[in-house]
Nanobody, 124 residues
């Protein structure tokens, strides 16, 4: 059974940084695509960043481009989200997602496996 467990969330002041981690247990996802989504209070879940399996190709939502970096360590079956220059509007529950599919996948429906999420709170 596949499990995704996020860690690294917390509270930070605007302009600060956090790094989220998502460890996958079970079969490896080294060739599949992994992603981060986020859901702010009262809003729908939205795509944040994704990284494909074999090629490591990445894609970001416009709102985080240039500030967030997604990376993966296939040996550890882990995906990371480095978040810099955090803004108040980055406050959300961040969830990682995985699929055995390949390529750049932007919709949540493309992902079969989800973590429970980790809270990120940015304050002024």
């Amino acid at each position: 059974q596949v499990q995704l467990v996020e860690s690294g969330g917390g509270s930070v002041q605007a302009g600060g940084s956090l790094r989220l981690s998502c460890a996958a247990s079970g079969p490896t996802f080294s060739s599949g695509t992994m992603a981060w989504f986020r859901q702010a209070p009262g809003k729908a879940r939205e795509f944040t960043a994704t990284i494909s399996g074999p090629s490591g190709l990445t894609y970001y939502a416009d709102s985080v481009k240039g500030r967030f970096t997604i990376a993966r360590d296939n040996a550890k079956n882990t995906v990371y989200l480095q978040m810099n220059s955090l803004k108040l509007e980055d406050t959300a529950v961040y969830s990682c997602a995985a699929t055995r599919g390949r390529g750049i996948l932007l919709t949540e429906w493309a992902y079969a496996y989800w973590g429970q999420g980790t809270q990120v709170t940015v304050s002024s």
